[in-house]
């Protein structure tokens, strides 16, 4: 018998790696003003 | 010739070619002023702040590879494809600890090159430079011949001629800045590559009916979304390997490792690792909705750019060729400057000409960028496969070399035999397995072949290495400063 993944199982994951995916530019943005203003980005 | 699946007309395709050409190669000549001296063009200063080291490991680790591959192993792997391509990030998050021991151990190192030259002598690092020279180009290739194929799919420029830009763009700029400007030109590919990737998967989750994508893959590809699909969970295993392997050993994150300030290596690859994990799955579900769609797909890797032109017409094309430009951009600059390393620090300066001065090193480099350069366009002139087979044949290589740099990093009774027949059992035996039972297997029986080898050998030779041998005195930058 075959196990499917469920169909909202599926559709969260991929919601939710694409949220993820846009806080992470949000973050570097972030840690690039803070590196900016520490002087430390090189 | 316009294609007839191409969405953007090739006068748009090239202008923003042109464009993001421009910006690429001003931004290199800018940030190359930074680079005073050797140490500067190859390791940007060794002073790279948090913000560029994390989105430098990202964006250099999500390349063409990740944007075209993901959605054709969704497309032929199903769901557990997605989730396979994403195990590769587990590469960057076992290597933050490393890169902080490599920083402490080799305050003065350029090369993953230079490490196993000292830790294991000199046949363990002849074998090392083939493995890791031969897959440095093998990954150059398989993303000019990406760039090729984006351009032909999305705008109908004749495959050759894409080709052609993107490697001249991304070697002009690597040989104007170094790694000054792979590293900051990696940032803003980072971010455009991000918005890209949301805009474009949030955009085809509102216009397409989920339910019924799922309906049809029930019905017509049931395995696609099947928990138990067997070459699926072989492909994990064999991906997680592939990607350790290729982190490992590779001195693209070697020479991060050496570039970033004391303190920031670890925080950056962990971060990096994390921020990576769902990349292939936000990149690879589209493919999951061209059955649904009716998409006639010609080449398997072409799925996510024609599913993404398809739902969201010219401007989804525009982004899609921005995000695809940017991930071959980040990492092909990142190829070019760490295998560019590599020759000129293991081969040339090491081997050939141990009295070269600094000038002539930079011009070695420089030399070695447009070779290196030149040769990949060469070989990607014909399009000898898919990206997976030209990706793949350099996995069980990699996945050789795991073993040998983490235990030689731990372990003061690593052996040096231990490590040389682990490169060579586990590639071997890899190969016959790529060859003989599938791409799926060969980096997982190569991983385990090595590790087999490494232990046994432990045991059998009983090396007892000095950890003060790797702190070798910086030449070059003792050459700048005077």
Request: charge should be positive.
């Amino acid at each position: 018998m075959m196990i499917k993944f469920p169909e909202l199982l599926l559709e969260l994951i991929i919601a939710g790696s694409l949220l993820f995916s846009g806080i992470v530019a949000v973050i570097l943005i972030y840690l690039i003003i803070k590196d900016k203003k520490n002087n430390e980005v090189w | 010739m316009f294609d007839q699946t191409a969405i953007l007309s090739t006068y748009i395709g090239w202008l923003l070619l042109a464009a993001l050409g421009i910006l690429w190669i001003w931004l290199g000549r800018y940030w190359g002023k930074k680079a005073k001296n050797m140490e500067g063009f190859m390791l940007a200063g060794r002073n790279v702040g948090l913000a560029l080291g994390v989105a430098t490991t990202m964006a250099t680790w999500i390349t063409s590879n990740t944007t075209m591959l993901a959605p054709q192993f969704a497309l032929e792997l199903g769901v557990w494809g997605m989730f396979a391509y994403s195990t590769a990030s587990f590469g960057l998050l076992l290597f933050a600890p490393l890169a902080k021991r490599i920083r402490n151990l080799m305050p003065n190192g350029y090369t993953s090159g230079d490490f196993i030259r000292l830790r294991y002598g000199r046949p363990a690092w002849v074998v090392f430079l083939l493995i890791s020279i031969f897959y440095g180009f093998t990954w150059l290739i398989s993303m000019g011949m990406a760039g090729g194929i984006l351009m032909y799919a999305l705008a109908g420029i004749p495959y050759a001629l894409g080709m052609t830009a993107i490697l001249f763009v991304c070697v002009s700029y690597t040989l104007f800045g170094g790694l000054f400007a792979v590293i900051g030109t990696d940032f803003i590919q980072s971010i455009i590559i991000l918005i890209g990737i949301v805009v474009v998967g949030f955009g085809i989750l509102s216009l397409t009916d989920f339910n019924a994508t799922y309906t049809y893959l029930e019905a017509d590809k049931p395995m696609l979304i099947n928990m138990l699909l067997p070459a699926a969970i072989m492909a994990i295993f064999n991906n997680l390997m592939f990607g350790i392997g290729e982190i490992f050993h590779s001195n693209v994150w070697w020479s991060r490792a050496f570039a970033m300030r004391k303190g920031v290596g670890k925080k950056a690859y962990l971060l990096g690792g994390l921020f990576w994990l769902p990349i292939p799955i936000a990149a690879g579900f589209i493919a999951l909705a061209g059955g649904s769609l009716g998409i006639n797909v010609t080449s398997p890797d072409m799925i996510g750019p024609l599913v993404a032109a398809h739902v969201l017409g010219e401007t989804g094309a525009i982004i899609v060729f921005a995000v695809l430009f940017c991930s071959l951009a980040s990492s092909i600059d990142s190829l070019l400057a760490a295998t560019a390393d590599l020759i000129t620090e293991d081969i040339y300066a090491k081997l050939i000409n141990p009295e070269a001065d600094e000038k002539r090193l930079r011009k070695i480099s420089a030399g070695i960028i447009v070779g290196l350069g030149v040769l990949t366009w060469l070989v990607c002139l014909p399009r000898v496969g898919t990206l997976a087979t030209v990706l793949f044949f350099a996995g069980p290589l990699v996945a050789s070399t795991i073993w040998p740099i983490a235990t030689g990093l731990y372990w003061k009774k690593a052996s040096a035999k231990g490590a040389l027949l682990g490169m060579i059992l586990g590639s071997t035996i890899g190969l016959i397995a790529y060859f003989q039972l599938g791409w799926y297997t060969a980096s997982l029986i190569s991983a385990a072949v090595s590790m087999i080898t490494v232990l046994v050998s432990r045991g059998l030779f009983k090396d007892d290495f000095n950890w003060e041998k790797l702190n070798e005195p910086d030449i070059k930058s003792m050459e700048g400063a005077s």
